[in-house]
C-alpha cells in the first residue's frame, strides 16, 4: 500500500502546479539573461495579481514599457569601468572625507595687531608705495579670516591730489566761498567756510617731497624735519624772536629755542614769572587746563606739559603760515581757529587759564564781544594773562588801549589781581553776585537764561554775558589728578536716554576702556610704539583719554564729541582733559598729516544716517601722518564697507573679533596708514 500511496502523491495537482511554476521561472531566467547579453533591452516583470476560477493565484508576466528603447550610461559609468566590473551600490550615504586644506599664506603685520589680534609694535612703518591711477578698482575677497567670499563692494581707488593740495585744510582753504563774503574786516575769511555737499575731498592729500617719519616725542618738542613743514616765513619773520630758527649745523632741521614775542629768554622762565604772580596759579594742580590764544609756534603750551598742564593752543591760518602745523609737528595740542564772529568750538567754563601774548587780537573791538567770549570759556574764577604793549609802554595810544581794557574787564567783574613787568592777569568771579549788582543799562548785559553757553556749533557771538550756574557747576572741580576719575557736577546736566544713573555711565566707560586699554599693553607693548598726537573722534566722557592717562602712555588726546549725539564736551574739560565739538560730516580744522593714532568707538554706524562713510575715511587718511594708525570699533554691518574704502585710500587693514568673541554684535578694524608716491 505505501509504494502506491507514493505514486497516487506524484500524480497530484498540487505538485504538479508547483513543478510547472518552477520549470517556468527557471526558463524565464535564462531567457532574461540570454535576451540580455544579446543587447536585447526588454524586461520582465512578474505579477501575481491574476486570480483562477479555483480562487488560486495566477503568475502573470508582462514586458517593460521601455522595450526597443536604448539608453547611454556612458555619462554616469566612470570611464576607467568596464562592462565586466559591477558598480557597487552603497548601503549608506557617506560623504567623501573633506580635503586636507592647503596651510594659510604668512600674516603680515602692518597695524597695530599681530595674527593672533594682539597689539604688536612689530610692524612696517612709513613704508613707501607706489600707488596705481584711478581707473583701478578694489574688490572685498575676504571676510578677515582668510576665506574667500564673493565681491560685495566695488570701490574706485582714490587717486592722489594735486601737489599744490599738500597742505590743504578743505574748510579753510575754500577761497571761492571767501570770495564771495560780504565783508572780512573781523576776520570772517578765517573762519569755517566748508565746500557744498558733492565739492568735498575725493582724493588723497600727498605728503611733500622728502617727508620722513616725526622726530619722537620728546626730541620733537625741540626740533622737527625741514622736509615735513617745508616753509621758513617764520624763520624770516620770527627768528630774533627765538621762535624757530633754521639748524646752522643741519640744514634739515629747525630748531625751537623755547622763545615767543614777549618771552625771548625762554617760555620756562615767563611761566616762573606768571605763577609768582599770582600764589593760586599752581600749575598741574588748581590749573589743568589751559588756552594759548594766537599761539605761534605752541613753546608756550610745549614747555606746560612739563608741568603737568594740557593747553589747547590756537591761531589762524593767516600770514604767519603754518604755526599750527609745526605745533601738531612737535607733538603738541594745537588747532586752527580765529576770534571772528562766531564762538568758538569750545564748551562754557573749559579753561582755568587763558593767555594771550601779543596774539594781535583788538578785545576792545564791538563793546568787548571777543573778550565776552572769552569769559564764557574761562571757568569761573579762572585766569586770563595778557602779555602785550599796553600793558608796559607808556605811549599814548597804547595808554589809551590800557585804559578801554581796565574799563572792559571792569564790566565784566573781572579783578586785577596783579600787573607786573608786561604781564596782566585777571581773575573771573566765581558767581553771578557782581553781575546782578551793577546798574542798570551797563553795556554787558548778562545773557537770557535761555542761552545754552554750550551751544557752539556754527553760533554767533553774543554781545552778553553767560551766566554762572546758580549752583556753582563748572566752577568748583577738584584739583588734579583727581578730577581725572571725579564724576562732575555738570554730568548732571547731560541730556541723553538712558535708565542707568550718569555716575553710573560714567564710571562704567572709565573701567571699560581702563580694562582695554590695560590689556593691550600688557598683551601688545603699546608703551613702545610711538603714539604722540592721538584722537579719539567719539569721545564720550573721555573715558578713552583718561585710560591712556592712568597707564602713563607718553602722549595727549583731543576729544571729539559730534554734533550727533549727547554734548559732553563739558564733562571731559572738568576731568581735565582737552576736547572739541565736531560735525563729522564736515572737514576738521587742521593741516593734513598731524595725527599719529586715530580712535572710532561706534562712529559709523551712527554718522552713516547723515553722510557717506568715505567722506569720514578720506578726511581720516587726509589728517593721519603716514605710518600712523587708526583702531576702529564698529558693528559688524558697516565693517565690510568700511574694509574695503580704506584698501580703496591705500591702508594696510586687519579685521579682528572683539573679546567678546566672533559672534559679537562689534568687530575691530585696526589700520595703518602707508606714505604712497605716484
Not at 331 to 338: E, H, L
Amino acid at each position: 500500500m505505501k509504494p502506491l500511496a507514493n505514486a497516487d502523491l506524484l500524480k497530484s495537482p498540487t505538485l504538479i502546479k508547483i513543478s510547472a511554476l518552477l520549470l517556468l521561472t527557471l526558463a524565464s531566467f535564462y531567457l532574461g539573461k540570454h535576451w540580455s547579453n544579446d543587447s536585447y533591452h526588454q524586461l520582465l516583470f512578474f505579477s501575481s495579481s491574476a486570480t483562477s476560477t479555483s480562487g488560486t493565484s495566477i503568475p502573470k508576466i508582462s514586458i517593460s514599457p521601455n522595450s526597443n528603447k536604448t539608453f547611454n550610461l556612458s555619462a554616469i559609468i566612470p570611464s576607467n569601468h568596464t562592462t565586466s566590473q559591477p558598480i557597487p551600490i552603497p548601503l549608506e550615504s557617506n560623504p567623501p572625507p573633506p580635503p586636507i586644506p592647503s596651510p594659510p599664506p604668512p600674516i603680515r603685520s602692518y597695524g597695530v595687531v599681530d595674527e593672533n589680534g594682539a597689539m604688536s609694535d612689530d610692524f612696517e612703518v612709513g613704508e613707501v608705495e607706489d600707488w596705481g591711477n584711478q581707473t583701478e578698482t578694489v574688490e572685498s575677497d575676504s571676510d578677515g579670516d582668510g576665506e574667500s567670499k564673493p565681491a560685495r563692494f566695488r570701490i574706485k581707488k582714490f587717486g592722489l591730489c594735486p601737489e599744490s593740495m599738500r597742505e590743504y585744510i578743505p574748510c579753510l582753504d575754500n577761497t571761492d566761498a571767501i570770495k564771495m563774503l560780504e565783508s572780512t574786516e573781523r576776520g570772517e575769511k578765517f573762519e569755517r567756510h566748508c565746500p557744498e555737499k558733492g565739492n568735498g575731498l575725493n582724493c588723497l592729500v600727498p605728503p611733500p617731497k622728502g617727508y620722513r617719519q616725526p622726530i619722537p616725542w620728546p626730541r620733537s618738542r625741540d626740533e622737527v624735519w625741514f622736509s615735513n613743514v617745508p616753509h621758513t616765513r617764520l624763520v624770516e619773520d620770527k627768528g630774533g624772536q627765538n621762535w624757530i630758527s633754521r639748524d646752522t649745523k643741519d640744514k634739515n632741521k629747525f630748531k625751537f629755542p623755547g622763545g615767543g614775542t614777549q618771552f625771548i629768554h625762554g617760555a620756562d622762565q615767563y611761566l616762573d614769572q606768571i605763577s609768582k604772580m599770582v600764589s593760586d596759579i599752581t600749575f598741574g594742580k588748581h590749573i589743568r587746563v589751559a588756552m594759548d590764544v594766537g599761539c605761534g609756534v605752541a613753546s608756550f603750551g610745549a614747555y606746560l606739559l612739563s608741568r603737568d598742564v594740557l593747553t589747547m593752543s590756537v591761531a589762524p591760518k593767516d600770514v604767519h603760515e603754518n604755526q599750527i602745523q609745526f605745533a601738531l609737528e612737535r607733538g603738541v595740542p594745537a588747532m586752527a581757529a580765529a576770534f571772528a564772529t562766531r564762538r568758538l568750538l569750545y564748551p562754557s567754563q573749559a579753561f582755568d587759564l587763558i593767555h594771550c601774548s601779543r596774539c594781535r587780537i583788538n578785545w576792545t573791538r564791538d563793546d568787548g564781544i571777543l573778550l565776552l567770549e572769552i569769559n564764557r570759556m574761562l571757568r569761573a574764577g579762572g585766569y586770563f594773562a595778557w602779555a602785550a604793549q599796553p600793558v608796559y609802554k607808556h605811549e599814548a595810544a597804547l595808554e589809551e588801549q590800557w585804559t578801554e581794557m581796565l574799563n572792559l574787564t571792569n564790566s565784566l567783574c573781572w579783578n586785577l589781581v596783579n600787573k607786573e613787568g608786561y604781564v596782566a592777569i585777571w581773575q573771573k568771579p566765581l558767581n553771578n553776585t557782581c553781575y546782578l549788582s551793577r546798574e542798570d543799562g551797563t553795556k554787558q548785559p548778562l545773557c537770557d537764561e535761555s542761552d545754552d553757553p554750550d551751544n557752539v556749533w556754527y553760533t554767533n557771538l553774543k554781545p552778553c554775558i553767560s551766566r554762572i550756574p546758580e549752583n556753582g557747576y563748572g566752577g568748583n572741580v577738584t584739583s588734579w589728578p583727581a578730577r581725572l576719575h571725579t564724576p562732575p557736577d555738570r554730568l548732571e546736566t547731560i541730556t541723553f536716554d538712558s535708565y542707568i544713573a550718569r555716575k553710573e555711565l560714567f564710571k562704567a566707560e572709565s573701567t571699560f576702556w581702563n580694562e582695554i586699554i590695560g590689556g593691550y599693553i600688557r598683551a601688545m607693548k603699546w608703551k613702545k610704539m610711538k603714539l604722540r598726537n592721538v584722537m579719539d573722534m567719539k569721545a564720550g566722557f573721555g573715558g578713552f583719554a583718561a585710560a591712556l592717562n592712568d597707564h602713563k602712555l607718553d602722549c595727549w588726546v583731543l576729544n571729539v564729541v559730534p554734533i550727533s549725539g549727547p554734548n559732553t564736551l563739558p564733562v571731559i574739560y572738568d576731568r581735565g582733559l582737552l576736547g572739541v565739538m565736531h560735525d563729522w560730516c564736515e572737514p576738521f580744522d587742521t593741516y593734513p598729516r598731524t595725527y599719529d593714532f586715530l580712535h572710532a568707538s561706534g562712529l559709523f554706524s551712527i554718522e552713516r544716517k547723515r553722510c557717506e562713510m568715505s567722506t569720514i575715511l578720506l578726511e581720516m587718511d587726509r589728517i593721519l601722518r603716514p605710518g600712523g594708525r587708526a583702531y576702529i570699533r564698529d558693528s559688524v554691518d558697516v565693517m565690510d564697507e568700511i574694509q574695503e574704502i580704506t584698501k580703496a585710500m591705500g591702508w594696510h587693514t586687519s579685521l579682528r573679533d572683539t573679546s567678546e568673541g566672533p559672534h559679537a554684535s562689534y568687530r575691530i578694524l585696526t589700520c595703518e596708514k602707508r606714505l604712497l608716491k605716484a
